[in-house]
């Protein structure tokens, strides 16, 4: 039988362990649509459906795992889970949200470089791409009504999409300067920038909780922090530094750990933000890859669960399996797509287990709460951009740029380069999520059975 805290609301909605496994695990199997997809997909189970986190929780964890570098999506399901089980919750929902995705992209990533064409799989694949813009949609629509509550956060959403999309202004630049403006909003004009508690959205079993007492995982403590960063720091950086050591910094898993480390640390806005910075130097530094491979692996991941920055998987595997040394090449692949999971993700529970108890701590703080809501704002404009972003590259195969003064580079699509089979798909899924809210599995289900039939109309 599950424990349960002695301080726990008598009215409070008990959340067992196997029950959240549960939860997880279908979260994990059903994250398509990279961040704004998986974002939205946690928001409706987690806030609307079991109402296990109230909607200004949801939001002030959101805004802090936005502030990090790694997958902002994954780390909001590790710091949930830490909120509902401790550190085990949180290593539980982290894992779950993670292993679907990595199974897959292995898979493909085998065949990829067994058979160089995945045939009907990558046919079911390109309709589940294109079924994903509805997800994505629906993700835009549902944290902008949410979030935007007046024409000052909407002002916020409308300057951050603008200054992303038309000219490619840093991610933490502008999270750090609509921090900023909250800050001084909160001052000046408290009422449009200090959030009030949503109707309906509020009240969920962790509120309740922590209303009732605190639980001790959430307490700031910094000998605790110190302890848990020197855990995290060695379960990640010791098989970096051995590998290194090992070899001498020359094998090609000493080049693997010590590189997507470096890249773990600086994906700051998600995966989009450093995918051109690997490409580079997976393809001109390492030679792991070539030049249009990049795009192979991103179209994979897009498709399969789990975060955008899986396409990692995939270049590490083609590194290991083109540079196996004394292993077989299968073998090879599999234990650098191994590695590059581990040392891409490891960092993203140790930013969480040594901050969240900090950023629980200054949720009652009215200055930093209106720095945060002014965050989301920024967000919602942030996710757009990649909403948009993707939808121009599944629904063009071409994207050309338009360049302007001061700096502006507009994205153009070559409309001779219109994929016709995807455009009909994804208007097909949008119809059927938005219109007539059929159940995601469903739509994408047939979406996969769509992108083969289109695959087989083209042989």
């Known amino acids: 039988m599950a424990r349960t805290s002695s301080f726990l609301p008598p009215n409070t909605h008990r959340i067992s362990f196997r029950e959240a496994l549960r939860v997880w695990s279908y979260i994990g199997l059903n994250s398509f649509g990279g961040p704004a997809g998986q974002i939205a997909l946690m928001h409706r189970v987690l806030v609307e459906e079991k109402r296990w986190v109230g909607e200004q929780r949801f939001l002030h964890a959101l805004n802090y795992c936005m502030l990090l570098p790694g997958p902002e999506a994954q780390q909001l399901a590790v710091y949930i889970g830490w909120l509902l089980h401790g550190y085990a919750g949180g290593l539980a929902a982290g894992l779950l949200f993670v292993v679907p995705g990595f199974f897959a992209m292995l898979g493909l990533s085998i065949l990829y470089a067994s058979y160089g064409s995945l045939g009907p799989v990558s046919a079911a694949f390109f309709g589940l791409k294109a079924a994903v813009l509805s997800v994505v949609v629906e993700a835009v629509l549902r944290i902008g009504k949410r979030a ?31 921090g900023l403006v909250g800050l001084a909003g909160g001052r000046i004009w408290p009422p449009f920038f200090v959030s009030a508690p949503t109707a309906g959205g509020g009240g969920g079993a962790v509120d309740q909780l922590l209303e009732a007492e605190v639980p001790p ?41 010590t590189f997507f480390s470096k890249t773990a640390v600086v994906t700051f806005g998600g995966a989009y933000a450093v995918l051109a910075y690997i490409a580079q130097a997976a393809v001109e530094q390492y030679g792991w890859m070539k030049p249009g491979e990049m795009l192979d692996g991103l179209g994979l991941a897009e498709t399969t669960p789990g975060p955008l920055i899986m396409v990692v998987e995939f270049v590490g595997f083609l590194a290991a399996y083109r540079n196996p040394g004394a292993l077989p090449p299968l073998w090879a692949g599999c234990l650098g797509a ?74 153009v699509p070559v409309w001779e380069s219109l994929d016709v089979g995807a455009l009909l798909i994804s208007v097909g899924a949008m119809v059927a999520t938005l219109r007539f809210h059929v159940g995601i599995l469903k739509v994408l289900g047939a979406s996969a059975g769509a992108g083969i039939f289109w695959w087989w109309l083209h042989l």
């Open 148 to 178: 935007l509550k007046n024409p000052a956060m909407k002002g916020v959403a409308a300057v951050s999409f603008i200054g992303i999309f038309l000219f490619s202004i840093p991610f933490p630049l502008i999270v750090a300067t609509a």
């Open 338 to 411: 191994v590695l590059t999971t581990w040392v891409t993700f490891a960092p993203c529970f140790l930013w969480i287990f040594v901050g969240a108890p900090w950023v629980e701590w200054l949720r009652g703080n009215r200055v930093w709460s209106a720095a945060l809501s002014t965050i989301t704002a920024a967000v919602v404009g942030v996710v757009l951009n990649l909403s948009l972003w993707f939808s121009l590259h599944v629904i063009f195969t071409e994207i050309g740029s338009w360049k302007g003064p001061l700096g502006m580079a507009l994205p």
């Open 217 to 257: 995982h959430t307490r700031p403590s910094l000998p605790r922090a110190l302890w848990v960063a020197a855990v995290g720091l060695s379960l990640w950086l010791v098989p970096v530094f051995a590998l290194y050591v090992s070899s001498s910094g020359q094998s090609v898993y000493s080049h693997i750990a």
